[in-house]
């Protein structure tokens, strides 16, 4: 994609003026090409983008959500967490399946930039997706009946990882309409 983008004369920094515009469409359609452009727009682009997170138009949120979540730096990684409370069930659905795809290389680094910081949750959480293929149906329990959502969360990313060891716990109904909706999508 970025090879048709070059050839027809144009290089990344004019995307910079589109993904500011005042106009929700062509903020979308700018961020959309960032997107299918991939991590050579990110490398550009971040600066442009990582506002968009907070516009007011979802598909736009979504993009970029996307986009900063699988190019993660230092500054951005903990946004897919951050955007499991979001508004939307569509950004809250897509925070999930972020942290669900983030490989152990990944998560290792995400632990070792919480080591010297406050955020002691974080490295909590980071620390249950990498001890996934570990966990057993109780700890998963434990995690689902806890009181915290996003704890509540990683157990069903980690139970949709593993269907054939947690089969009896994805084929319950939970009050979560996230998690029920997330288990459709993942055993489609």
């Known amino acids: 994609m970025f090879e048709e983008y070059d050839h027809y004369g144009l ?3 004019s995307l ?3 993904l500011q515009d005042k106009n929700d469409r062509i903020r979308w359609i700018a961020v959309y090409i960032c997107h299918d452009l991939g991590s050579a727009a990110w490398d550009e682009l971040s600066d442009y983008i990582i506002p ?7 598909r736009i949120v979504k993009y ?3 986009m900063s979540a699988y190019y993660p730096y230092r500054q951005n ?11 939307e069930q569509v950004i809250r659905l897509m925070a999930m399946e972020i ?3 983030y490989r152990t290389f ?10 010297d910081k406050v955020e002691t949750i974080y490295q909590e959480y980071v620390s249950i997706l990498l ?9 998963i329990n434990n995690l689902i009946n806890c009181d915290n959502q996003i704890k509540q969360k990683l157990a069903i990313i980690i139970a949709c990882k593993y269907p054939e060891k947690f089969a009896q716990i994805i084929q319950q109904d939970f009050k979560d309409d996230d998690i029920n909706q997330y288990i459709l999508n993942k055993m489609k």
């Open 11 to 13: 290089d990344l920094s």
């Open 16 to 18: 910079a003026e589109l």
């Open 52 to 58: 968009l997170l907070n516009d007011k138009d979802i």
């Open 64 to 66: 970029a959500l996307k």
């Open 77 to 87: 990684c903990l946004i897919a967490f951050n955007y499991l409370n979001h508004s």
């Open 99 to 101: 942290l669900a795809s």
């Open 106 to 115: 990944t998560l290792k680094y995400m632990l070792e930039y919480f080591s």
């Open 131 to 139: 001890s996934a293929d570990k966990m057993s149906e109780d700890e």
